[in-house]
């Protein structure tokens, strides 16, 4: 009987690892893609975190980047850049990505499709 418990506890938590070396592969795989479709002529990225869901099936990147400070009025420190906000999403089935978007900066984010493009499909 003891056999039985450990051999299901040890498979159980075996499992659980599994589980979770998908979720870390699907988010490196994520971030990669960010950093593969990211602009070589734009400022340069740091990722700063990975949130991934249940299963790893749905995983969403931040990063940041420099951007040149607005000029701010009486204030004795001048700062010449500060970091914006960039962040991808993307969507998996097992480990295989069935979906990627940028979420911001809105530069990136593609643009919804017209009435005009969408009666030309048809």
Not at 25 to 36: I, S, T
Request: overall charge positive; proline content about 7%.
């Amino acid at each position: 009987m003891k056999t039985t418990i450990t051999r299901v506890i040890l498979l159980s938590a075996l499992c659980g690892l599994c589980a979770c070396g998908v979720s870390y592969r699907n988010g490196k795989q994520c971030e990669a893609k960010m950093l593969e479709t990211y602009p070589t002529q734009e400022p340069a990225i740091t990722i700063q975190r990975r949130a991934v869901s249940h299963n790893g099936i749905r995983v969403v990147v931040e990063a940041t980047y420099q951007v040149p400070a607005k000029p701010q009025l009486n204030t004795l420190l001048t700062v010449k850049t500060v970091p914006a906000p960039a962040a991808v999403e993307c969507v998996f089935d097992g480990e295989s990505m069935s979906s990627f978007k940028w979420i911001s900066p809105v530069k990136m984010v593609p643009k919804p499709a017209t009435a005009d493009a969408q009666d030309q499909r048809r």
